[in-house]
């Protein structure tokens, strides 16, 4: 579970910052991300080898 102390000391360690959100707001959020982040990968040829 990301809310335990640990998980959260860990990523915080490194450079990680995790949001309290709740599920709907969660869904949101990664819609978004994803969105972003694969038209920058279709802008910039980025292909599996």
Do not use: C, Y
């Amino acid at each position: 579970m990301v809310a335990h102390p640990d998980v959260k000391a860990k990523l915080a360690a490194q450079g990680l910052e995790v949001p309290a959100l709740k599920p709907d707001e969660l869904t949101a959020f990664g819609r978004t991300e994803i969105a972003k982040w694969s038209e920058l990968v279709k802008r910039s040829g980025a292909q599996v080898d």
